[in-house]
């Protein structure tokens, strides 16, 4: 009797343990949603190599990073903006995310050519600014992150058409060279950078600078790496792709690997490294600066304005390409299966 007492209190115990932990354990995965980082990625993802890897880098991290939609916009030698379009979608489709986060074509030319007609039921880059609108109003609590890795085209008409969205969001740009001129997605649209940087919104440039060890040019993924790790990496397609170049695939590491063949060389991480400031801060440094304006393609400071913004560089490149690398091996896109 005493025997069977016993086990009756062990068996009780048993299943009051297993239940508390399974409580914890959803409390936990509850928490873990509850802090994903809300974030659209805007980009012109054919123009260059580093957008695809930026985008595979963010679906690969469903636990950290809720991707609500991808933007596209058009910048120089990106076959249009419905070029930038289908490499965006031919990136989530190998990331296996096609289906669950929404895909929106942007603004094809310049912030000062669109504005004018941005009070028109349809114009240039329509759909993202629409969706960037409506996501950043539909934000409770939090800001919703806007990741621009091209042109600020398609930030600054969301901010001209609908200036209720501005407390509502943080812009984290990949652009700019500063204090330094120039920058590939700075110069693709100049008219589009002062909007948004003087609309008052929370606005980080996370600094380009070609050939300087302080900026996200620093930040490079060594072909042989990418030949080493990458194959097969990701999830595998039962109907395969094809690649901007012709080629067939079925993952997106063969992608990545190709991709790099295709340049014969290492590259520069930019845009990635705009995503992984956003996930971990202690990966760059960070410094407060009052609001220069852009006159041509060059910076004049104003050390007398109220409005600030912030500034990254001396990026971490061992720490962000390390986390790059486990991102890729150890894949996890099942946040956007539910």
């Known amino acids: 009797m005493q025997l069977y007492k016993r086990i009756v209190t062990l068996v009780v115990t048993l299943m009051l343990t297993y239940t508390a932990a399974v409580k914890a354990s959803d409390a936990t995965a509850v928490v873990e949603a509850a802090n994903r980082i809300s974030i659209i990625i805007d980009s012109d993802a054919n123009n260059e190599l580093d957008d695809q890897h930026a985008l595979a880098y963010a679906f ?14 058009n910048t120089y030698n990106g076959d249009g903006v419905q070029g930038q379009y289908d490499e965006a979608e031919r990136v989530m489709k190998l990331c296996k995310v096609d289906k669950h986060i929404p895909l929106f074509k942007g603004a094809d030319r310049h912030y000062n050519i669109i504005a004018p007609k941005i009070q028109e039921l349809t114009f240039d880059g329509q759909p993202a600014v629409d969706f960037i609108i409506s996501s950043a109003r539909a934000m409770k609590g939090e800001k919703l992150v806007l990741i621009p890795i091209g042109k600020l085209t398609n930030i600054a008409l969301a901010i001209l058409k609908a200036p209720d969205i501005i ?21 693709n649209d100049v008219t589009a950078v002062n909007p948004v940087i003087e609309s008052g919104v929370q606005f980080e440039m996370v600094t380009v600078r070609y050939d300087d060890p302080t900026g996200t040019a620093a930040v490079i993924a060594s072909i042989d790496k990418i030949n080493k790790v990458m194959p097969n990496i990701g999830p595998s397609l039962s109907e395969p792709i094809t690649g901007r170049d012709g080629d067939i695939f079925s993952s997106f590491g063969d992608y990545s690997v190709a991709l790099f063949q295709h340049v014969k060389t290492d590259r520069s991480m930019y845009d990635m490294v705009a995503l992984a400031i956003v996930k971990n801060k202690s990966w760059g440094n960070s410094k407060v600066i009052p609001a220069p304006k852009l006159i ?43």
Do not use: C
């Open 167 to 187: 407390p509502k969001v943080r812009v984290v740009w990949l652009g700019s060279n500063y204090p330094a001129a120039g920058e590939y997605n700075l110069v």
């Open 60 to 73: 690969f991290s469903s636990s950290v990073f809720d991707v609500l939609g991808v933007t596209v916009n």
């Open 296 to 338: 041509d393609t060059g910076w004049v400071e104003q050390p007398e304005n109220k409005n600030t913004i912030v500034i990254w560089e001396n990026f971490d490149k061992k720490l962000i390409m390390e986390d790059f690398y486990h991102a890729m091996i150890n894949y996890d896109i099942a946040a956007y299966k539910n």
